[in-house]
């Protein structure tokens, strides 16, 4: 009875380890095989509902900043009274605002793959961060509504101009103003900006003029996106034929182009006045490579800029691409298709310059790189003070490939006054086509804000290690439950025999001393004597064999 329970409890223990030992070896070839951290990850970082990313772009965790460098003329009255030769300019600056995005109205459509919503921006002045008080501090820069009504007439006929020079002589406009930095970012009452709104409501739909008031504000919170989610894999995991890129634009308020530089919706227009395809710089498609490029669309721009790649670096430890904005993006050409659309009536802009007046009420502004870098050299001849720089005044995105967030940036651009050949008005003569700079402003992400950070190298590093060395291990401890099943299998069989004949002998032993007791009632001792000897000859004899 005690040799079946013996073996009972071997082969129990032999099943125990072998079947533990199966189950950890597969549980750990299906990790490696399987990989679930990427399957987990793909999930999360989509818009379906209740994931990770879905909760995040509600409230993107980015820190963004425009920050804002204004110009300040300093000898304007000795300009326009023709005592100075060039206009001398102050850079003043920086004062920097925080940009708070929010998407509302976030709703999937899944049968063509896109997402809609509504991004809503607040700017919260940051006083850590600039250098000084933009309501105390005060600039005399260009009056932007006056020198475009006048401009404007100039270009319609003799009788127009000369109209609007007695009206605005009336209101006692002025060709430069003095005026807080506040005021001329964010709006002041203009006398001739509000008689305009009462003249023409419908064209004029505002009786204060900001200049960043505009750039920024205007239509804020009507905008609705239709965006394209991450390409359609079929079950190998190979992206659809014909996909629309990841995260890319399909429309704006159901426009696919810009209507004001003459897209056609019946033959998708140009690269010049389309819109889809683009991004809105807060998501990029995940694992990209070198050789992409991306379009970068906000309404201030009035246009899609290109990124194209430029190099690769470690920034804060993690893998990044370096994107750049090319030199020329702002040129315009009759004969290239992807810029002749800027051209209005067949008038372009000097190199370097972006027409953006239909985006603006029509009012003569462009666009450039700040302090006209890479602009005709013509540019600035009538200024002092502006000083171009690549290192200060260029434009970079530094991206996380895998992710497809952008970790740091710098977008700079410079908005512009552009006069045309006025007549007719001895105030505005003296500035006849100049293009005279406002600002310029820089959209700044620093770093990735310490959560993203984290899970940024949560995702890249951390989870794919643990997932790697839980794998091994259930593998390695498989394996050594797997080998003392085996040694209990194939090495336990002659020990447990050679336990089974000398517990035989020992019981024959035992036997023989029950007789000895047994015989001591009856016997002599003599006899006894000599039966006990026997017995242990006996078992001397067995124990040599």
């Known amino acids: 009875m005690k040799l079946f329970t013996s073996k009972t409890q071997r082969n129990a223990r032999l099943l125990q380890c072998a079947a533990l030992g199966m189950t950890l070896v597969f549980f750990g070839a299906a990790i490696l095989m399987t990989d679930p951290v990427t399957l987990i990850v793909d999930w999360q970082l989509s818009l379906k509902p209740y994931t990770l990313l879905s909760k995040l772009y509600e409230v993107p965790p980015v820190d963004v900043y425009i920050t804002v460098y204004m110009f300040n003329y300093t000898n304007s009255d000795a300009f326009i009274a023709g005592i100075d030769t060039k206009i001398k300019i102050a850079e003043i600056g920086p004062y920097v605002y925080k940009e708070v995005l929010s ?10 793959n896109t ?23 005060h600039i005399r820069a260009p009056n932007i509504p006056y020198m475009g009504v006048v401009s404007q007439a100039s270009d319609i006929s ?64 009507s905008n609705v996106f239709n965006m394209h989610l991450p390409e359609r894999k079929d079950a190998v995991g190979v ?26 919706d019946s033959t998708n227009g140009t690269n010049c006045n389309r819109i889809s395809g683009s991004h809105d710089a807060t998501l990029f498609p995940r694992d990209m490579n070198k050789n992409d490029s991306f379009l970068i669309f906000r309404k201030t721009f009035c246009r899609r800029l290109p990124l194209t790649f430029n190099r690769t670096l470690t920034f804060d430890g993690l893998d990044a691409f370096e994107f750049t904005l ?61 000083s171009p720089s690549i290192e200060r005044h260029a434009s970079k995105f530094v991206l996380q490939p895998q992710l ?8 700079r651009l410079q908005a512009n006054q552009v006069v045309s050949n006025i007549k007719f008005n001895s105030l505005m003569e003296p500035f ?31 989870f794919p290690m643990m997932q790697l060395i839980l794998a091994l291990c259930l593998i390695f401890f498989g ?13 336990s069989l002659p020990t447990a025999k050679h336990k089974s004949d000398h517990g035989e002998k020992e019981a024959n032993a035992l036997g023989g001393y029950s007789i000895v007791a047994s015989l001591q009632s009856s016997l002599p001792a003599e006899c006894v004597k000599q039966e006990a000897q026997r017995l242990l000859d006996d078992e001397r004899k067995l124990g040599e064999v």
């Not at 666009?367 to 005709?376: E, I, T």
């Not at 402003?441 to 949560?458: G, P, V």
């Not at 394996?479 to 090495?491: G, K, R, T």
């Open 103 to 112: 998407n509302h109205n976030v709703t999937l459509h899944e049968a063509n």
């Open 115 to 137: 997402v809609t919503y509504t991004p809503r921006r607040e700017y919260i002045f940051s006083p850590e961060r600039s250098v000084g008080d933009p309501k105390v501090d």
């Open 158 to 221: 003799m009788f127009a101009s000369l109209g609007l020079t007695a009206l605005t002589r009336r209101l006692n406009s002025q060709p430069i103003m003095d005026i807080s930095v506040h005021d001329y970012m964010w709006g002041y009452e203009d006398h001739l900006v509000s008689l305009a709104s009462k003249i023409m409501p419908s064209l004029i739909d505002f009786s204060t003029f900001g200049i960043m008031e505009k750039l920024f504000r205007e239509g804020n919170e």
């Open 239 to 264: 992206k659809l034929p014909n996909s629309p890129r990841g995260y890319s634009i399909h429309s704006v308020n159901g426009d696919r182009g810009f209507k004001n530089w003459g897209y056609d």
């Open 326 to 386: 090319a030199p020329h993006i702002f040129d315009e050409d009759l004969q290239n298709e992807n810029t002749s659309c800027f051209c209005k009536n067949n008038h372009c802009l000097k190199k370097g310059l972006g027409n953006a007046s239909p985006c603006y009420y029509n009012m003569p502004l462009a666009v450039s790189y700040p302090h006209f870098l890479y602009a005709d050299p013509s540019l600035l001849v009538p200024f002092e003070g502006l």
């Open 404 to 411: 497809g967030v952008p970790l740091h940036a710098h977008m």
């Open 432 to 462: 006849k086509n100049l293009v005279l700079p406002l600002l310029w402003i820089d959209f700044t992400i620093d770093n990735l804000s310490t959560s993203l950070h984290i899970l940024s190298h949560l995702i890249k590093t951390g």
């Open 479 to 491: 394996v050594y439950q797997l080998s003392i099943a085996f040694h209990l299998c194939f090495w």
